[in-house]
Every structure is written in C-alpha cells, then in structure tokens.
C-alpha cells in the first residue's frame, strides 16, 4: 500500500493535461513569513455530552487531539437529564454534578478543554409540555419561571468548575449559552426576546463567579438572503425569494440575530466576550404557497464572504475587539450526507480553512467522531455521519485534512489558489500543503452521494531554495486511491458489519497515504513539479 521512492532535484509525476496552469515559482526557505493562527485546530465538535462518558468516544478525542491538534471540543446536552445535573429530593432542588466532572476529568486528562455550551433544560426547569429535540429528547420550551431557575443553575455550575478546576483553568473556557436559538421550534421552543432573556441570566450569572470568565452567544444557525429570522420566531415564508432565486450565490447572505444580539446586549449593559454562529455553505428554504422546501448549497467562496461580513458587522458593533468562533461547520449540517464520508470534504476542509486565515479565531468541525446519535443509531458503518472517524474507529478523508493543517508551520511563506507553504519558527523547517478543489465544481460544495472522482488536475510547479544541501522532504498524498476508506470499503464488499479481521485492514488502509520522499541539491534547491489529481491533498514536509 506504501509506494516509496528517493528523488533527488524534484518530482515530476503525472498527466500532461492540466487546468490551471502555474508559473514557477520560487520560494526562499530563509525568509521570514507572515505569521498565522491555526485557529482550525482550536476546537472541535461531538454530538452530546453523555456520548463523552463512553470509551470509544474517549479513545477517538484522544486521537484528534494528540493528531490534529484540537483543544478545545464543545457538543450540547450538558444539562440534559441523562447527565442527571438536577434531582429533586423531597421537593428540593439538589445539583449533582458527578456525571459533569467525570466528564470533564477525562477530557482534561486528555489536553482538551470544554467550550461549554449550556444547553439544554432540565426536565424540572421546562415547561410542562415541552417540546423535545432528537431522539434523546432536549428540553427546549422554557417555563415562566424558568430563566430565574436557570440563573441559579448556571452560577452553581460555574462556581462549581471554579472550585473544583481552579480559576486559572476555568478562565481558559468559553460558556457559549444555547445551540440554535433561531430554528424555532427545532431548538428553541420560545422568542427571539426569550432567547436575549436567557443569555442576559446566563451572563450575569457566570460573570457573578468571576467577571473575568467569558460568555458569548448567540449561536444561531447558517446564513440567510433573506429576512425569515427578523421577527420574534421564525417567518418560513420570508424564504420565498431565496427558494425561487436563479443564482442563489449572487444574493446576499447575512448572519441571523448577531446585529440584533449585540445592540441588545449593549442596551442592556450586558457583556459579550465572544460571538459565536454556524456558517453551514447550506439553506433550506420554504415555498409558501406549497409549504414544500429544498436544501440548497452554495458555491465554495462562501464562508470566506460570510465571515467577512461578520467582522465588519462586529467591527461596526459596541463590542468591536470580541473574539469570534464559529462552533460548527461542515460542508453541510445533515448527519445523513453521504459527502461527508468522501474524499472531496478533506480538499473543501483544506481549501476552506487556508482561505479564511485571519477571520476567525476558531471554525470548528462538526464533529471529530460518528459515535453522535441526533438521530439514533445508524445502520450502516458509513451513513453520511458528521465524523471524521467512524464507529469503528475508520478514520475518514475530513481526519486527513485536520492531521495535515495541524503539520503546517506558523509563518506563511507563500499561498494561491491551491498552495500553502509554510515554515516553523521553531525548528525552521518547511512544511507545504497543496489540494486540487477542481474548477468545475467550485459552484457548490460537495454534497450527496456523487463521488466527484473525475474533473481538471492542476499543475504544482514550484522550487524552494536556501534549503541546507540534501535535505529531505516526506511527501504524503491523499488520493481517491490511497486513503479513502469508503472506496476501500466498497471494493470490500460494503461488509455490514465488518468481521474483527477486516475492520484491522481496513484501518491499515485509511492510515496509509502513498508516500514519496526527495532531497535538495548540493545547492539547497528543490524542485516540487507534478500535477494533483482531483480533490487530492499533498502535504510535502521537511524531515531533516
């Protein structure tokens, strides 16, 4: 499975039909670059906290963290009764938080924080009827006395992390308040003034432990063109232009209720240490004369223009230094998309985050594991599940494109449409990522079952120079050929399940990139001239 060769001067592979042509270009290994977050690296998503207390779902955060770097990993259902924070005894409330710190033990033993999203009701604070999301049933109806409960759950609690963490450490977390306000009635059973309500008793509450602590919000779901989450609950016939529209990306698109938040927020002296939204490349729109709806996606610029325009709204706001975080995002927020399993995701991952360095301080995939149960147990071990690694432990080709960001330096040396050349500060060594997102398909992002495995290879014709002579570069490439576990899977058979024995070979396989290696002339030159087959990664890494 490993095709290893030693080249010296450069490489040149592939075909002599190429899009895209690239002039040569020289990059000097000596220069300083611009430095640059890894912000792709700061956090990831899982599915509910309870799914946290399970050894797979450990065994796989230990995984991404140790390889893709994350810190911080951020899922709903902390306050869900499953984690049992409420219990009344003899008609008093009684807070239990040991199914929260065993939690939160296991994760911090694993060099991970939580980005603590406080979601959702306790059965005892809801409403009597509430209404319920997934098949594990949130609570997401408030009472009238609910936001009064609430204030007291959420002081305890954090008074609790203070105690039981230390400031220090508590003061590295984020209390993010709610998950998707805006999808009424999906996860928020209430108004837009309910939500402001909640927020205003979650702020005063965490910053009544230690004003130094952050909260933010509102955590409202994709973008919009249009003005169906204006009003106090969600108005689906507002979405009629945007489900009629010829060209959906020539509309102009806007985050939902972060204006609105901010200048309440402001009106009510509140504080806001972060914003937080989810810039899904997705909608789903309505026709109200039918009351049918259609998913649509938009083409791949669009969570560059998105986050755009949330800074300059933010910039424009009272709060114009918080910090941004982007706590989900995927190519789409259906945990049933075939995509999400193949190969083109990891080149819309690489391309996506190389494009927005400096807009965010966090774009958290949704989500570092399959083991998430929004809808129940799948039947098949490739479902379309959010994950970058799938129930049996299968690491998908979205894992690669996290495993290989996190190599990148932190000075950018030089960057196009489909190359990023880096340099660690400490080591001095070169690190570039290069992916082939093909032309033709760059009026959509990848969804759906289509394997995209055809389309325009781009020409990578580069040359580094001031390398020390004969250094060595590791070049590992993730194509439809190597590494893509559900093409590997499917010339299997499709086994359902997979036997003990195949499941072995088959992490064999979805680990094993075809890997090269070439050295630089007596003269510190190397020369890097190949083409990349369609939504192909290269990662060339300096070992020596």
Same mark, same amino acid.
């Not at 207390?53 to 902390?78: I, K, P, S």
């Given at each position: ?34 430095q ?58 009684v ?7 065993d ?20 059965t ?35 008074q609790?992390?203070?105690?039981r ?13 709610w ?31 230690? &004003?130094? =602590?952050? +909260?933010?919000?509102?955590? %409202?779901?994709?973008?919009?063109? !249009?003005?169906? $989450?204006?009003? /106090?609950?969600?108005?689906?016939k507002?979405s ?27 009106? &009510?002296? =509140?504080? +806001?240490?972060?914003?937080t %939204?989810?810039?899904?490349?997705? !909608?789903?729109? $309505?026709?109200? /004369? ?77 989500t ?12 098949s ?9 799938n ?80 250094t ?73």
């Amino acid at each position: 499975m490993k095709a290893i060769k030693i080249i010296v001067f450069g490489l040149i592979i592939g075909s002599s039909l190429f899009g895209n042509a690239q002039k040569s270009i020289s990059i000097n290994a000596q220069d300083t670059g611009e430095q640059f977050d890894h912000y792709w690296s700061e956090m990831v998503g899982a599915g509910r906290a309870n799914e946290g207390l399970r050894a797979g779902w450990l065994e796989q955060l230990q995984q991404v963290q140790e390889n893709c770097g994350f810190e911080y990993v951020r899922f709903h259902g902390l306050f869900h009764d499953d984690m049992f924070p409420v219990i009344i005894e003899r008609g008093k409330t009684v807070y239990n938080w040991q199914y929260i710190d065993d939690l939160f033990d296991r994760m911090l033993d694993l060099n991970v924080k939580p980005f603590v999203e406080l979601a959702f009701l306790p059965t005892s604070m809801a409403a009597k009827d509430s209404k319920t999301v997934f098949w594990w049933k949130a609570n997401i109806t408030p009472a009238n006395d609910s936001f009064e409960k609430w204030h007291d759950l959420i002081k305890a609690f954090t008074q609790h992390c203070v105690d039981r963490y230390g400031i220090e450490e508590v003061l590295t977390w984020y209390f993010e308040v709610w998950n998707e306000p805006n999808l009424y009635p999906l996860f928020w059973d209430g108004t837009k003034s309910q939500y402001f309500e909640l927020y205003k008793q979650s702020a005063i509450a965490v910053k009544s432990v230690d &004003e130094r =602590l952050k +909260v933010g919000g509102p955590s %409202t779901s994709n973008f919009v063109p !249009d003005t169906r $989450f204006d009003g /106090e609950i969600t108005d689906d016939k507002a979405s009629d232009a945007v489900f009629n529209a010829e060209d959906i990306n020539s509309l102009q698109w806007h985050g939902v209720w972060i204006e609105d938040f901010l200048e309440y927020c402001h009106k &009510e002296k =509140l504080p +806001v240490d972060f914003v937080t %939204t989810h810039p899904y490349p997705t !909608d789903y729109a $309505f026709n109200p /004369e039918t009351g049918k709806g259609k998913g649509l996606t938009r083409f791949a610029k669009s969570l560059k223009l998105d986050l755009e325009w949330l800074n300059e709204t933010i910039a424009k706001s009272h709060y114009p230094d918080v910090e941004i975080h982007l706590t989900e995002w995927n190519t789409s927020p259906s945990s049933r998309d075939d995509m999400h399993d193949r190969l083109p995701a990891a080149a819309y991952i690489v391309k996506s985050n190389l494009d927005c360095i400096g807009l965010t301080n966090s774009l958290a995939f949704w989500t570092f594991t399959d083991i998430f149960e929004e809808k129940g147990g799948a039947s098949s071990i490739f479902h379309g599940g959010f994950g970058m690694i799938n129930f049996q432990g299968l690491v998908k080709p979205s894992y690669h494109a996290y495993r290989m960001l996190h190599e990148l330096g932190n000075q950018q040396l030089y960057k196009d449409d489909y190359l990023f050349v880096s340099k660690e500060t400490s080591t001095g060594n070169v690190v570039a990522l290069a992916y082939n997102y093909p032309v033709e398909y760059e009026n959509a992002v990848p969804a759906g079952t289509d394997k995209r495995e055809s389309g325009t290879a781009k020409k990578l014709d580069f040359t580094l120079t001031g390398l020390e002579a004969n250094t060595m570069f590791e070049i590992e490439i993730l194509d439809k050929d190597h590494g893509n576990i559900h093409n590997f899977w499917e010339s299997m058979g499709k086994p359902e399940p997979p036997t003990r024995e195949e499941i072995k070979v088959m992490k064999t396989y979805a680990n094993t990139m075809k890997t090269e290696f070439v050295k630089a002339d007596s003269n510190g030159n190397l020369t890097i001239n190949r083409s990349i087959t369609p939504w192909s990664l290269v990662l060339i890494k300096q070992i020596n």
